[in-house]
Structures are given as C-alpha cells and as structure tokens.
C-alpha cells in the first residue's frame, strides 16, 4: 500500500514538472523509472517512446527501452532495433552490448547473441560470468533444449541486494524462465499421465 501511494506520488510530481515544463527530459525520465518500480514494464517502455519521440533520448534511454522489452510480451518480439540504434550511440559499450545479446537470444538469434555476449564479457574483463551473463546463456542453453545447464545457470543469477534494482533485474528474467519451464514440465508431465491412464 505504501509502495504504490509513493509510486503515485512520484508519478504526480513528474507530471507536475512536465505541465509546467513539456520537454523536461529528467521528469520523462523519472516516469520512467516509476513504472519499472511498478513493474508495469509495457508503459515504462511507451514512456521510453515518448522521451525517443521526442527527440531527446539518449543511448541509455534507448538500452533502457530495449531491455524493457524483455519483460512483457510485444507483438513484434524483442525490441532489437532500439538496441541497436544504441549500440550504434555507445559504441563498446558492455551495457548495451548485453542488452543486445539477451534480445538477439530471446528472438532465437543465437549466433549472434553469443558473439555480442562474448565481445560485453571481454570489455568488462569477465573470465567467469557475472549474474547478467548467467541469466544470458542460460537463456541460450535453453534455446538449444539443454533445459538442465539452462536451470543451473539461472540459479547463479543472485536477486539483487537493494530492492530498487529486482524490477528490471536478470534475477526478475532468470525466475520468469524457471517459473515457465516448470509449467512447461507440469504440463507435459500431465498429458503423459491422461495418455497412460486412457491406454
């Protein structure tokens, strides 16, 4: 209760600035953020469009919008295009680069995800995968149907320690895609059981 009377708090005083000021760019910004806090990712990503359409974005509001993409479902699939208009802004960029590979993973574009993962990784000097790039082959191992290494690797994807960064987090993702491959299992799980059971 407390969580959603700020969020409309925060979301008055940004469309306050924004009656008095249209273009502010940081109120556009902070409607933004609101909606991630929320969860409500498909508005946070329209709001993006918004600071986009208005000619103000910047590479971190276009990898902000493309990665909030991944988190609801959208007709055309993963915004791609935008991340790539980011990377073309911020050009070695490790942020983006991730964002771009886990978009390229999700469309099933695996060559060139893993391409882009491995050049984010050597940017940032990772011999070992952080939480980020766990969730990332993780997603990749599942592409391929190794659906066993696809749930170790989401398990290394530790939940963030500060609570204002889980909504937008690859620990958010990397649960989503344990949850759904358990439905998948409980699901096949019971077609063979009505199979058996009508044999």
């Given at each position: 209760m407390f969580r959603s009377a700020s969020a409309r708090e925060a979301d008055k005083l940004a469309q306050d600035r924004l009656k008095a000021t249209p273009d502010d760019v940081d109120a556009m910004r902070a409607l933004v953020m609101n909606a991630v806090a929320k969860e409500d990712y498909?508005?946070?990503?329209?709001?993006?469009?918004?600071?986009?359409?208005?000619?103000?974005?910047?590479?971190?509001?276009?990898?902000?919008m493309a990665w909030q993409s991944l988190f609801f479902e959208r007709a055309e699939g993963p915004d791609i295009e935008t991340a790539v208009k980011a990377s073309q802004l911020s050009s070695n960029n490790a942020a983006i680069?991730?964002?771009?590979?886990?978009?390229?993973?999700?469309?099933g574009q695996v060559k060139q995800a893993r391409e882009v993962l491995v050049h984010a990784m050597d940017i940032l000097g990772l011999d070992e995968p952080n939480a980020d790039y766990w969730y990332a082959l993780g997603r990749i191992a599942e592409?391929?149907?190794?659906?066993?290494?696809?749930?170790?690797?989401?398990?290394?994807?530790?939940?963030?320690?500060?609570?204002?960064?889980?909504?937008d987090s690859t620990y958010v993702l990397a649960q989503n895609r344990l949850r759904s491959m358990k439905l998948k299992n409980a699901v096949r799980e019971a077609q063979l059981t009505s199979r058996e059971s009508s044999q």
């Amino acid at each position: 209760m407390f969580r959603s009377a700020s969020a409309r708090e925060a979301d008055k005083l940004a469309q306050d600035r924004l009656k008095a000021t249209p273009d502010d760019v940081d109120a556009m910004r902070a409607l933004v953020m609101n909606a991630v806090a929320k969860e409500d990712y498909q508005t946070a990503y329209d709001r993006n469009k918004t600071i986009v359409n208005a000619a103000k974005a910047e590479a971190s509001d276009l990898n902000g919008m493309a990665w909030q993409s991944l988190f609801f479902e959208r007709a055309e699939g993963p915004d791609i295009e935008t991340a790539v208009k980011a990377s073309q802004l911020s050009s070695n960029n490790a942020a983006i680069l991730h964002t771009l590979g886990c978009l390229y993973t999700e469309k099933g574009q695996v060559k060139q995800a893993r391409e882009v993962l491995v050049h984010a990784m050597d940017i940032l000097g990772l011999d070992e995968p952080n939480a980020d790039y766990w969730y990332a082959l993780g997603r990749i191992a599942e592409q391929y149907g190794e659906n066993d290494i696809a749930v170790t690797d989401y398990a290394r994807v530790d939940k963030p320690k500060s609570s204002f960064q889980i909504p937008d987090s690859t620990y958010v993702l990397a649960q989503n895609r344990l949850r759904s491959m358990k439905l998948k299992n409980a699901v096949r799980e019971a077609q063979l059981t009505s199979r058996e059971s009508s044999q």
